[in-house]
Structure formats: structure tokens, C-alpha cells
């Protein structure tokens, strides 16, 4: 887990110095990614970068954690809306993630993801 650039000072008590504020945030594995949502899903403009499998970006809007775009390594890495590690995910149907395997961009429909072309 590696904290990159703060937006604003402030906060408090956390494993980041002065967090949680908005930031970026790089994550190298799902149990930090779930830990860092967690911190600053109440901070709006927070970013946190799945890096492990790929680049997910996914920002705070204040209440959830809404997918930004960014890529994956492989179809079984596509990400679902839904609750986990306390922290409510969201994808909008307008937001296109790279699928770095097929070479293809795809983007969710409120069930599947689907291909762009």
C-alpha cells in the first residue's frame, strides 16, 4: 500500500500519516485495496488504484467507492457492484475499463460487462 499525493491536510488516526484525506492511493493486494476504501470512502475525490490486477480506479463520491475506469489483466478480474469490506462499490454504465488480454475495452449494464465492439 503506498500513499502518493494528498489533497488537503488534516484528519487523523489511521496507518496514514494525517489520513484519511483525499489523496491517490496505489494498492498491491485486495485486503489493502478493501482497508484504504475504508478510510476514505467519507473523504470525497479520494482515489485508490487497484494495482494488482491491473489498475482499477476507483474515487470517493462521499458515500461510495464509484469505478473511474483503468484496466484489468484478464476477464476473471472485471469488478461487480456491491458491498464488501463495509464499503459499498458503484459502476456507472457510462465508465469503460481495458481488458488487457483481449484487447478490448468493455463497459458494465447493470449486469454483465459488455464489449464496445
Known amino acids: 500500500m503506498k500513499f502518493l499525493l494528498a489533497f488537503s491536510g488534516g484528519g487523523g488516526g489511521s496507518a496514514f500519516p494525517g489520513a484519511p484525506v483525499a489523496g491517490v492511493y496505489v494498492t498491491a493486494t485486495t ?5 484504504v476504501c475504508a478510510e476514505v470512502v467519507a473523504v470525497q475525490v479520494s482515489i485508490v488504484v487497484r494495482s494488482e490486477i491491473g489498475g482499477l480506479v476507483w474515487y470517493s463520491d462521499g458515500y461510495n467507492m464509484v469505478l473511474f475506469g483503468g484496466s484489468v489483466s484478464d476477464s476473471a478480474q472485471y469488478p461487480t457492484p456491491g458491498t464488501a469490506g463495509g464499503v459499498t462499490f458503484a459502476i456507472d454504465s457510462t465508465v469503460a475499463i481495458y481488458n488487457q488480454d483481449t484487447g478490448l475495452f468493455y463497459y458494465y449494464d447493470g449486469a454483465n460487462w459488455v464489449s464496445l465492439s
Do not use: A, R
Not at 31 to 35: R, S
Open 31 to 35: 485486503p489493502d485495496f478493501l482497508l
